[in-house]
């Protein structure tokens, strides 16, 4: 057999197991280097603070519609979507049929169709925008960056206030263009309805506007998606129930200004007013109340909504 001795290394000397480690080893400093990997500097301009509120929106847009998330994330928005098309297409097959001037769901009464339709989807959006972040506490990471505290409010409302666009016009446009083509004369249609388009913008603003700044300032007051739920569900319901109750028992004219405060029924009389057409069925066909009233209601609730929401974060501690 072979000594071990015999073993060479790899510059072909014998290695010598038993030889003491190199004294010299501990006492020199440890060596560090730099390699060169390609790194290169940013050379590009500098967007800024415009730049990181687009870049939350389209985040924000992306959470509220459960893009890159699970299945059961997509489920609610989408199906409130799909289900806000609903009367679009009843009113359109009604037109093919039988003509459009015989069709129930017209411009002026298609947002009190899909009032709870909006309701559900702030009641099911608006925890997803901003209760995550405060639960988690990650605020600290955004307000460390060029991101202030009323930009990230403005790009949370914002990406709510654009998904509410998007269920209140997609629906408008669908019938406004197949009624158009179902019509014997086209472009005679769009001639004679020309000026609901304004009147539909304006409304679909006001409303997403209204359930937008409502919801989310319920939301942004606690940690818990579920109470942020529930609290704006409840809100909702209740002050309607409640003035409703109120009014039936009163029944005077001092009772009849209680109605403003149906909280759930104040958009839909406001949008109305807006197609210059009576308001549905409510407790605003229950009360002698100009009509203008409930626009300003509508714009008055909102204001306080977003001024509760500035007050909230520029308090909060990150």
Known sequence: MSNASDITSGGGQPASPSQPPNSNSRSQPAEGRIYDLGYQRYTGPREGRPRAVRALVRAGLRRAWGIGRPFRAKLAPWALFAIALVPALVALGIAALIGERFSPIRFENYYANIARILLLFCTAVAPELVCPDLRQR???????????????????????????LIISLTPQIVLFVGNALAATDSARYVRDNLDALPRILAAGLLISLYFGSISLAVAAHTTRRVFAAGGFFALMLISTAVAASVH??????????????????????????????????????????????WLLAALTYSALALLLLVRRYLRLAP
């Open 138 to 164: 990650v605020l600290t990471l955004y307000f460390s960056r060029s991101v202030g505290r009323l930009d990230y409010l403005l790009a949370r409302l914002g990406a709510l206030f654009i998904s509410l």
């Open 248 to 293: 039936a028992t009163l029944e005077n004219d001092p009772s009849r200004a209680l109605a403003l405060l149906a909280l759930s029924e104040v958009p839909i009389a406001a949008t109305a007013w807006i197609f210059d057409a009576p308001p549905p069925a409510g407790i605003a066909t229950r009360v002698d109340l100009p009509p203008g009233l």
